[in-house]
Each structure stands twice: as structure tokens, then as C-alpha cells.
């Protein structure tokens, strides 16, 4: 739909967060709330999309980059911040405007669609998202002629008794045909109680000058919006909702929905399991059906087919973990391309490693790679085998089919196939053990008798 101009309202404080964060900039499964919404508007093909942010706030103005913005130096509502970015739209511009708001991260594309397709159609010149809700509330109250076609819009400051009792609300969502509606938001004024310029007037102004209204009717989650952090738990928890169903939709199995959370960008492939108590970050791309097991988190990686993840791991960024391979329980990953059937299945930190296909790394090893001062490599050869408990202190190679003795220190390249041992030697001595405790049991004795004297 190229010839949509989508308006984002982002002009207001969000006090209410008691942030030093943009209300905004606030993520909604690891990702910004207006990031949320600019993509809707991408999806939707806008030809152009118009920021409107208060003064000094450039941390907006970044979120905005690659589209235009408009400063609304007053906040004086919501009709004025749309004569805002309409001053910021071509003048010669045609199509239709849509206007929607940076803190409803739940807005959709089906409705955008829904919400212009009365214009296409030639049936209205102004649209309103209406929703209905359990507790109205201070929601402004839709009055139609019930066949669809918007009478007026009344805000709940405003409304009597008999229309508060109304309970099709306004979600807020408006569009109107951009050549029509310009002079008609020009005549929007702030006669009110509020002192405001309200976009709901939109509604008369449209039917005064002989054009049709309408109001569209869609779920209200869409309109969530989010004031404090109460509201921002509540969308989180829609949005999670939505993503799990996607996943199940798309043939993953989630075996507990409600335990696992997911980022808007989770990639899962078919036949994916995932137990409870997963936490996928932002990144995470499953290529083929894996195994996510119970309490694992992972956060920008890449999973292969037929690997096995958890249960408790954690998977970093820049970690691949290959087809076949096993991350268990208690073992971190971090920037570390782990071959196709490789094996950490234990109490294991491997840290910007190279991995080799079916190479084994036993429990409790750590790859030592950072002095402190900056990073170094590990890497492992194909079919490797890394005993328990060692360390292997970048930067370092171990060879294709070499062994390293449990407990070792490996501080020097290992050749292929060769066998490394780096730890204290032994020393048994027989007897020793009898004698000794006899030694201190005496001692023990010694001090219990000094105490009774």
C-alpha cells in the first residue's frame, strides 16, 4: 500500500515510567515499543512515515532515522501533533494518512489494513479504530448510527451520563484521505474543557463538509497502550502470547507455552521442541528441529539440526552451535562455533572457541581466554577428547584426534593425535594415612585436656 503517509505520535513525557529511558524505547519482547510499530508500518508498504517527538529529545529522533519528524514544540494534543506532521508530509502528497501511536506495540498490520480499506473503498473520508472494553472508563465513547457510519466522538470529559453508557470505544487508531483531509484537521480547534486540540473533532468536522465517517471495530489489544510499568507487564504479556501461538502455528512444540519467553525476531524451526522455563533473548535463529531443554537461555546464536540445548544452559552471543551437537547442563557458550556433533555435555565454560566436529569436552573445563586485557582463541580439532577438569589458556590449538589427560593445564599447542598430560605428579605414601590421624586425634585430645584444667 504505497500510498499510505503513516503519522507516529511519540511527542508525550511518559512521567509515569519514572525513567530516564524514553517511555518509547522501552523494550516489548527485546525490542523497542515504537521499533514495534515503525515495522507495521513497514509491512504495511507506507510510503512515508512521520515522527512527531517533543523537543530535545534526540534519542528519539535516532529511533526515527530514515524517516521524517516533526517537532511539536507544545503538547497541546493530539490534533495538533497531527497539523504537526502534516506540515512535515509534501504538500502534493496524496494517498491516505494513518495515524497511530508509539506506545501501542501491539498494533497489526491486518489492522492498519482494515482501518484504511473504507476510504479505498470510497465509503468514508475519516476512519476511527473503535474497540469494546469490560471498564470504559476514561476511554472517549464512539456514537454511531449502528450501521457502522460515525456520528461523533465524545470524550469522556465531555460525554453525559447517556453517553458514557455507550460502550464502543475509541482505540485511538485514525485515517483519513490525505487530500481531503488536511483543510479538515486545519479546522481542528481547542474549544474544550482540556484546552486541546482533540483529533476525535476530526469526526464532525469530516461530516460537516459532507464527507462520510466511519468507525472500525477490532480486538483491543491492538490499542494497548503503555503509561507505567504495570501496562508495559501487561503488553509484554500479549505480545508473548501471540509469539508463542506463532511458533505453535508455524509446528514447534512448546511443551509448557506459558513458561517460555520469546524475542519478536526468534527464529524456530519445525519440529523444534522447547521444554519449560526457556528464555530465547534477541538473535536466536534454530535452523533445523533441535532440542531446547529445560531452563536454557540463549540470546544470539545459531542452532543446528538435531542439536540438543540444556537442560540449564546458556547459550551467548556469537555462539553456532552445529547439527547434532550437545551444549548440557551448566555449560556457557560465547562466540564459539561448535562443530557438528561436538559434545560439552557438563559443567563447562567455552569462550570464543573453535569447536571441531565430534570433538568431546568433559566436564568442568574452562577455555581461559582472557588475560585481562583482551580476548584470545581456543581451538579444538576434529574428534578431539578434552578430559575433566581442565584449562586450556589461550591462545592455544588442540589437534585434530588429540587427547588431554583430566585436570590438565594446557598452555602449549597439542599436535594431532597426540596425548597431553599438564598436571602435579602423584605421590602415594603407605601408611601415612593410619599415622596421621593418630597424630591429630592427639593433638585433639592434648587441647581438650588443657581446656578442662
Not at 23 to 36: E, F, N, S, T, Y
Not at 92 to 106: C, E, R, S
Not at 202 to 222: N, S
Amino acid at each position: 500500500m504505497t500510498d499510505l503517509h503513516i503519522i507516529v505520535l511519540a511527542a508525550g513525557q511518559g512521567t509515569r515510567m519514572k525513567s530516564a529511558t524514553p517511555k518509547v524505547l522501552h523494550h516489548v519482547a527485546h525490542q523497542p515499543m515504537l521499533a514495534h510499530v515503525l515495522a507495521v508500518a513497514s509491512d504495511c508498504g507506507a510510503a512515508s512515515v512521520t515522527g512527531v517527538v517533543s523537543p530535545n529529545m534526540p534519542a528519539l529522533e535516532t529511533a526515527f532515522t530514515g524517516h521524517s519528524i516533526a517537532v511539536q514544540q507544545v503538547a497541546q494534543g493530539t490534533g495538533d501533533a497531527v497539523k504537526a506532521a502534516l506540515s512535515a508530509i509534501p504538500a502534493d502528497a496524496t494517498g491516505i494518512a494513518v495515524v497511530v501511536y508509539a506506545d501501542t506495540p501491539l498494533v497489526r498490520q491486518e489492522t492498519i489494513e482494515a482501518l484504511v480499506a473504507p476510504i479505498r473503498e470510497g465509503n468514508a473520508a475519516v476512519t476511527f479504530f473503535a474497540m469494546r472494553v469490560a471498564e470504559p472508563g476514561a476511554y472517549g465513547r464512539m456514537v454511531t448510527n449502528g450501521a457502522g457510519e460515525l456520528l461523533r466522538i465524545v470524550e469522556a470529559k465531555e460525554a453525559d451520563a447517556e453517553t458514557l453508557a455507550i460502550d464502543l470505544c475509541n482505540g485511538g487508531f485514525c485515517a483519513f484521505d490525505l487530500a481531503k483531509g488536511r483543510a479538515l484537521v486545519a479546522q481542528i480547534d481547542n474549544q474544550n474543557t482540556k484546552g486541546e486540540y482533540y483529533l476525535t473533532d476530526l469526526v464532525e468536522i469530516a461530516r460537516d463538509a459532507g464527507h462520510g465517517a466511519m468507525a472500525v471495530e477490532g480486538h483491543p489489544t491492538d490499542a494497548m497502550g503503555v503509561n507505567d510499568r504495570a501496562d508495559l507487564a501487561k503488553v509484554e504479556a500479549v505480545m508473548q502470547d501471540r509469539l508463542r501461538a506463532r511458533h505453535l502455528v508455524n509446528g514447534v512444540t512448546i511443551t509448557a507455552p506459558e513458561t517460555v519467553f520469546l524475542a519478536t525476531d526468534t527464529s524456530l524451526a519445525p519440529d523444534t521442541i522447547v521444554e519449560p522455563h526457556v528464555v530465547f533473548g534477541p538473535g536466536v535463529n534454530v535452523t533445523g528441529a533441535a532440542t531446547i531443554r529445560a531452563f536454557s537461555h540463549l540470546e544470539g546464536c545459531e542452532i543446528g539440526a538435531g542439536a540438543t540445548i540444556g537442560p540449564y544452559a546458556r547459550i551467548r552471543p556469537g555462539s553456532s552451535i552445529g547439527a547434532q551437537a550437545r551444549v548440557g547442563n551448566f555449560v556457557e557458550t560465547k562466540n564459539v562455533e561448535m562443530g557438528e556433533g561436538a559434545k560439552a555435555n557438563h559443567l563447562t565454560y567455552l569462550g570464543d572457541a573453535t569447536i571441531g566436529p565430534d570433538a568431546n569436552v568433559g566436564a568442568g573445563t574452562i577455555t581461559c581466554n582472557y588475560d585481562g586485557f583482551s580476548k584470545s582463541r581456543t581451538e579444538i580439532g576434529r574428534n578431539a577428547f578434552i578430559g575433566s577438569n581442565s584449562a586450556l589458556v589461550a591462545p592455544v590449538k588442540v589437534g585434530d584426534g588429540a587427547i588431554i589427560g583430566a585436570g590438565s593445564t594446557i598452555t602449549n599447542d597439542v599436535d594431532a593425535d597426540a596425548i597431553a598430560v599438564a598436571r602435579g605428579i602423584q605421590v602415594d605414601n603407605p601408611g601415612r594415612a593410619a599415622t596421621f590421624r593418630e597424630m591429630r586425634a592427639a593433638e585433639k585430645a592434648k587441647k581438650a585436656a588443657k581446656k578442662d584444667s
